[in-house]
Nanobody
Framework: QVQLRESGGGSVQTGGSLRLSCAAS????????MAWFRQYPGRKREGVAS?????????FYDDSVKGRFTISQDIAKNTVYLQMNNLAPDDTAVYFC?????????????????????????WGQGTQVTVSS
């Protein structure tokens, strides 16, 4: 079992920055794929960024956040981060951290593009990000 706990959400103005953190505990040794998703009211969760093997060269982003968001991982601290810069009102959502213990590199990339309808990976409880104009 893996437990994920997000923190760092809050309210900022357009153009501001936030850094989300996701602390993982439990059986984390076998997990190579970590990701961030977000959910707008009344909509399904959407992929934001994923990271395979804790290596920035194998990080993947949704087009809407490329160049603004950065996913990274501190393996020693079992923590994944999402640095969000130049935030816009369209970024207002609940952000979720997720861990996929069985995903390889290709599936880690695909996860944020086409999330499976019955996703039985590990999820955090979510943290609200609000961007005001």
């Amino acid at each position: 079992q893996v437990q994920l706990r997000e923190s760092g959400g809050g309210s900022v103005q357009t153009g501001g920055s936030l850094r989300l953190s996701c602390a993982a505990s439990g059986s984390t040794d076998s997990i190579n794929c970590m990701a961030w998703f977000r959910q707008y009211p009344g909509r399904k969760r959407e992929g934001v960024a994923s990271l395979y093997g804790g290596d920035s060269s194998t990080s993947f982003y949704d087009d809407s956040v490329k160049g603004r968001f950065t996913i990274s991982q501190d393996i020693a601290k079992n923590t994944v981060y999402l640095q969000m810069n130049n935030l816009a009102p369209d970024d207002t959502a609940v952000y979720f951290c997720a861990a996929a213990p069985t995903y390889g590199r290709a599936q880690c990339r695909l996860w944020i593009i086409l999330p499976p309808p019955d996703d039985d990976n590990y999820w955090g409880q979510g943290t609200q990000v609000t961007v005001s104009s």
